[in-house]
């Protein structure tokens, strides 16, 4: 009988050892499920008389924007006070970056403040790879350059999954300037690894073809894409990015690609419309449709902050790789 | 696995299904006796077993009571107090639980009591969604070895052991397989 007992087991759970979240590229399927189910959790703790858990209690997270952002820095901040952390913001004006100190050097500082968990927000692709390789704390990305923005990513993959019950065999339209955005990339990854069916619509400059090689369609006629799309995300033009013109005029943008009144009754009746916000509204979305029904923007950011919990909760939740490793090296 | 089957730990019976079931008939009756208002009462049971555990409790309350009482999910891992010094990250459930919980009596619902801890967390956790009248406690197997000073209000089977043993416990619901409790002494290499 013994023998029999362990045959049979424990139940299997989901495995998560990961000190960093740097992008959805990374991660398996099984692991972003983990990040999802695990939000649940916390989203429950929203409606609670006391909506705080010591989860992170005498913990320390740096809130490290060297690019300007109020609604994500703010989530983040909002989800760490509801974890019992304690939180400094320090923004790129502030912070000694302007008066020539290296990334590497900043970093270094905040982490002989003893602080746990970075979330750090940088225009270069990459800063936050390079920080969690050399840092003990946690390194949580907010979005690098045009590289990734995995919590809002997780986020909206939440929402999906929130509304629909699933995401597996779904179709989403991603639709604007897909090359200078990093929410598109980290989207793109999850929403395939999770069996998505991804298509990407916006003028040619903005989707060119090459993405075609991540495994998703790229379309130029939104109007072919609207009928059969279950969940539609819009993505902001990007002014402060375009410094070259990759469209004539935002007229001609809104004429061809914008998700005007007319234009959303093509969409299924239960077709999602989701927005990562800022919404440009009138160019990438009308008023009117941003405030309708289908809309679930403010979904999405209740939701963040559940996903931002959960994952400030895994990164920092766990023993650091480092300090495993070091409590594993044989004593010389 | 291989590993496993050449080398078994050695293994105890400790409870069968029957004297599973016994043991929590018992503690319906007891909940009954000792809670003039029932309903009133509340069982929240700790994920997964202890859920489990609370479902069946309430079915014999049913039975014998002849009254529905509330059932709840009580997770208590984002209240647990080693966040850091695991390499591994456990799940967290949602909680739920039966609003507004003022001048009821939850009942915390486990399957093996051992340090305590988790059930210290359970009741910060309880703490958090309101100020229940009272707060106890009902357990399958208390092993011993308490760390803090909580006891149960309801025990299914005392069990003392030695701190190197462990308690297993198996749930046809949870487990997928019969009901049991056995006792492992475990030989591993990390017993120090």
Known sequence: MAGKNNELGRQMTARWTRK????????SADEISFVLDTADAFKQVGTREIKKVPALRGRTLVNFFVEPSTRTRTSFELAAFRLSADVINISATASSLTKGETLKDTARNLEALHADILVLRH???GA???????LKASVINAGDGAHEHPTQALLDLYTIRERRGKIAGLRVAIIGDILFSRVARSNIFGLLKLGAHVTLVGPSTLVPREFEKLGVEVSYKIDEVLPRADVVNLLRIQHERQRREYFPGLGEYIRLFGLTKERAKLLKPDCLIMHPGP??????????VADGLQSVILDQVTNGL???MAVL???????????????????I | ???????????VPVMDAEAIRRALQRI???????????????????PSRGVELARRIAGFIREIGKIDIETGVIDVAMHRDDVGTRPELPMVRASKLPLPLEERTVIIVDDVFYTGRTVRAAMDAINSFGRPARVQLAVLIDRGHRELPIRPDYIGKNLPTASREQIQVRLQETDKAADAVWLEKTMSSDAR
């Open chain 1, 20 to 27: 960093d979240l740097l992008g959805l590229r990374d991660l």
């Open chain 1, 123 to 125: 225009s270069s692709a």
């Open chain 1, 128 to 134: 936050p790879q390079f920080l969690a390789d050399r």
């Open chain 1, 279 to 288: 919404i440009n509204r009138g160019v990438e979305i009308d008023s009117d």
């Open chain 1, 306 to 308: 559940a996903v931002r």
């Open chain 1, 313 to 331: 909760y895994m990164c920092g939740g766990i023993a650091t790789a480092t300090s495993t490793l070091q409590a594993c090296a044989p004593q």
């Open chain 2, 1 to 11: 696995m291989n590993q496993l089957k050449e080398n078994p730990p050695a293994a």
């Open chain 2, 28 to 46: 319906a009756h007891e909940i009954i006796e000792r809670n003039p208002q029932l309903e009133k009462v509340v069982l929240a049971g700790i």
